[in-house]
Nanobody
Framework: QVQLVESGGGLVQAGGSLRLSCAASGSIASIATMSWYRQAPGNQRELVAAITSGGTISYSDSVKGRFTISRDNANNTVYLQMNNLKTEDTAVYYC??????????WGQGTQVTVSS
């Protein structure tokens, strides 16, 4: 089992920045990929960014160049630095862990609201 706890969401004006954190605990050694997803009202949950245990990073086109995903292995934490936020970035952001055994675990979500 893997437990994930997100933090760092909030209200910010367009053009501003936020940093989300996701602290993992439990079967840490089994985690292969950590990802951030988001879900806006009425929309499906979508992948925002991902980082593998080997350090390979990917982003959705909508956030490329504005968001940065990173991981601190010593503290079992993944971050999502979000810059130049837009109103369309408003969503609940979820941390996801995929293990070597292809199991997925989710955090509780953190709300990000970007005002115009």
């Amino acid at each position: 089992q893997v437990q994930l706890v997100e933090s760092g969401g909030g209200l910010v004006q367009a053009g501003g920045s936020l940093r989300l954190s996701c602290a993992a605990s439990g079967s840490i050694a089994s985690i292969a990929t950590m990802s951030w997803y988001r879900q806006a009202p009425g929309n499906q949950r979508e992948l925002v960014a991902a980082i593998t245990s080997g350090g390979t990073i990917s982003y959705s086109d909508s956030v490329k160049g504005r968001f940065t995903i990173s991981r601190d292995n010593a503290n079992n934490t993944v971050y999502l630095q979000m810059n130049n936020l837009k109103t369309e970035d408003t969503a609940v952001y979820y941390c996801n862990a995929r293990t070597l055994y292809l199991r997925r675990f989710w955090g509780q979500g953190t709300q990000v609201t970007v005002s115009s």
